[in-house]
Every structure is written in structure tokens, then in C-alpha cells.
């Protein structure tokens, strides 16, 4: 099945997710009480529901993201993990995820990935977003592949002249 992204909020990182999503085939529905006031993408569902004022019990294959501010951030994911997602990504700083993690009781917190995303260095919000999309992908994908650049697993691979050429042919090339 495929996977589909539950997103609270509506904030820049929020909406960055939402177009990435969107343009990677993903189901997207967009839940906070101020999404009317933002433009989103034609094929993004959207809902003025707030999710701690009233859960819903979520789709199979759901990854629920928690982008609202740090409002209600431990009701959120609760009640996410509580109502079926399978993973939830919360938006947090390492001190705030843990005291967010702290607070929640119960099972499930083995399947909060906090902070969310993989670690690509990006501070602005499309970067946070692009690795928040990169970490749900790997995730509904089954963890296949490795969380490593692809520029290091390359330089293991190819033996290099002191040019920094590869040695032997590439693929694609004629001899």
C-alpha cells in the first residue's frame, strides 16, 4: 500500500512538505484550523479540523507529521499513534523532541522519529522538508537503501588517479 502523509499545520515547512509530497505521487491531507488561509496544491486534501480537538482514526500506511509550532505537540502525537499512524515526524529540536517524548505515555514512541527528517545540514524550511520527505520515503519503502550520500558510496566503489579520474570505464561509455 502506499503510503500517505497526514500533515498538522499550516506553517512554511508544513506547506514546502506538501508540494514535495505532492510532486513525489503522495496522498497529502492538510489538517489545522488556518488552511484556508493558505494556498495549496489542487491535489492536496485539506481539513479546518484540528486533529487534538477531535482524532480521527488515520488510514493504514499514514505518516503523520507534527508541524505546528510546538502548539500541542505531545496531544499530537499521541493521538496520532493512539488513532493508527504508522510513524509519526515530529518538528522539534533535539531538548524539545525529548521533553515532547518524555511526555507521552503509552506505547508507541518507538514509532516517533524526532527530531524528524535525516540530516542533510539544510536549515532553511524547503530543506527541512526535503529531508523530512526523504526520511518518510525511506521509511514506506521498507528502510531499503542507505542513509549515506551517494557521493561517499560511490568513492568507495571507484578506485581514483591522483587527478581524481576513475580508472576504468564508465558504464555508459564506448572503448
Given at each position: 500500500?502506499?503510503?500517505r502523509?497526514?500533515?498538522?499545520?499550516?506553517?512554511?515547512?508544513?506547506?514546502?512538505?506538501?508540494?514535495l509530497a505532492v510532486d513525489a505521487g503522495l496522498a497529502v491531507t492538510v489538517s489545522e484550523a488556518d488552511v484556508a488561509e493558505h494556498d495549496w496544491p489542487a491535489a492536496v486534501?485539506?481539513?479546518?479540523?484540528?486533529?487534538?480537538?477531535?482524532?480521527?482514526?488515520?488510514?493504514?500506511?499514514?505518516?503523520?507529521v507534527v508541524a505546528r509550532g510546538h502548539v500541542g505537540d505531545p496531544e499530537s502525537v499521541a493521538g496520532l499513534l493512539e488513532n493508527g499512524a504508522e510513524r509519526v515526524?515530529?518538528?522539534?529540536?533535539?531538548?524539545?523532541?525529548?521533553?515532547?517524548?518524555?511526555?507521552?505515555?503509552?506505547?508507541?514512541?518507538?514509532?516517533?522519529?524526532?527530531?524528524?527528517?535525516?540530516?542533510?545540514?539544510?536549515?532553511?524550511?524547503?530543506?527541512?522538508?526535503?529531508?523530512?520527505?526523504?526520511?518518510?520515503?525511506w521509511r514506506a519503502g521498507g528502510e531499503a537503501g542507505r542513509l549515506r550520500p551517494a557521493v561517499e558510496l560511490r568513492a568507495e566503489r571507484l578506485s581514483r588517479s591522483r587527478s581524481g579520474q576513475r580508472h576504468d570505464h564508465c558504464p555508459g561509455q564506448r572503448r
Open positions: 500500500m502506499q503510503a502523509i497526514l500533515v498538522l499545520g499550516s506553517g512554511e515547512i508544513a506547506r514546502c512538505l506538501a508540494r486534501e485539506t481539513t479546518a479540523r484540528v486533529f487534538t480537538d477531535a482524532p480521527w482514526r488515520l488510514p493504514e500506511a499514514t505518516h503523520a515526524y515530529l518538528i522539534a529540536s533535539a531538548r524539545r523532541a525529548e521533553n515532547v517524548l518524555a511526555g507521552i505515555e503509552g506505547a508507541g514512541p518507538e514509532r516517533v522519529s524526532a527530531p524528524a527528517g535525516i540530516d542533510i545540514g539544510g536549515q532553511a524550511s524547503g530543506a527541512i522538508a526535503v529531508s523530512i520527505l526523504a526520511e518518510i520515503l
